[in-house]
């Protein structure tokens, strides 16, 4: 059978004003190195989340590979992305583990892959105008900041432990970001991990004796999620501090979807309702066999935008290089020897960033901030994300992160609503 992608000239060269199309593929090799840069441009994120949880790395880095392909299935390989851990789902899955255990946390990932899947096939059937509606950039931008800013205290945790390498690391991260052009700088958060990583090795902060003991090839640890009947209420208790990630995901995938089509083809904005759908079933994968939740990676849509080489062939290969990476134990046991100051310095600027996002999205719609309704959708949101709030009601627990979206979504549209029939907006 022959592949899906034709060679773009002669397969060695990209002109200056030419981009290498979706449907597209350079040489085999190229395409392979390719995939291999895509492979480190997602690594530093993905096995950051893993960390982060208490997840196994390797299994999260395989159902990354998984979901990558089946993304790339469902979209029929005209929207090239890759699928890794999202960070959306830090905050709700660490709550969730520490309350009740691994297994809550996990069906807690599922409910969300769900959601997002009917919410992909909604947006198949009636397009995107009602996202639009229900998250105007004003209710996206704050929902993702304060996702960002809620995680402040977890990176001060890690940060302390070991502040001199936290501050190595940091550094690293930020002077990598403007010593480097190119792909080295957009990887600046891996080499700071790198840099960190090294000077821990030196200060004997990094144990060693578990990777010996690992196998090179072997299946992850697969954990399976709480049954939602047997387990109850604990198990239904966590979902308000999931719900909140759907929105998140929602509006990165809209926003990674046009993004890819404003450098190629308009026409790719009609697949959103299958990337959305794509994800969800990747997430409801991942998280029933003890994977982390996806999204898809601004990161890998940078390095296409450096490249000007938007072929899902080398989504392909990225997403079977992290498919082979997971089924060995061993990679899975040298990323989990990455100590706490490491993480606590790429996490300092990580979640710092994630919150920026946020801002950006604003900044990039141009958002009025001399309307009150802007004003207190905004302020009310970050306060309440930030502060880290929480309601109780029964065995449901409602978290700073998913008050806070909802206190975005019910104050824009409430004091709109009146505004308009007052006529004092």
Known sequence: MALPWKLHGDGKTVGARELVLPGERLTWPRTIGLGAQHVVAMFGATFLVPLLTGFPPSTTLLFSGVGTMLFLLITRNKLPSYLGSSFAFIVPIVAATKAHGMPSALFGIVVTGLLLAVVGLIVVATGTKWIDGLMPPIVAGAIVALIGFNLAPAAKNNFMQAPVTALVTLAAVILCTVLFKGMLGRLSIFLGVVVGYVFAVFAGQVDFSKVEKAAWIGLPQ?????????????????????????????????????????????????????????????????????????????????????????????????????????????????????PAGVLGG???????????????IWLDNKVDFSKPVNQFTAATALIIGIGDFTLNLGQLTFNGIALGAIAAIVVYHVMNSIARVRGTA
């Open 222 to 338: 697969f954990t399976f999620p709480a049954n939602p009947f047997t387990d109850a209420p604990a198990t239904w208790g966590i979902l308000p501090a999931f719900l909140p990630v759907v929105l998140v995901l929602i509006a990165e995938n809209v926003g990674h979807i046009r993004g890819v089509a404003q450098l190629t083809d308009p026409a790719v904005n009609k697949l959103t309702g299958r990337a959305l759908f794509a994800d969800g079933l990747a997430t409801t994968i991942a998280g029933f066999f003890g994977g982390s939740g996806t999204t898809t990676y601004g990161e890998n849509i940078g390095v296409m935008a450096a490249t000007r080489v938007y072929s899902t062939a080398a989504y392909w290969v990225a997403g079977i290089v992290a498919v082979l990476l997971g089924l060995s134990p061993k990679v899975g046991a040298v990323i989990n020897t990455i």
């Open 346 to 360: 790429v996490t300092t600027a990580l979640y710092g960033l994630i919150g920026v996002i946020g801002v950006k």
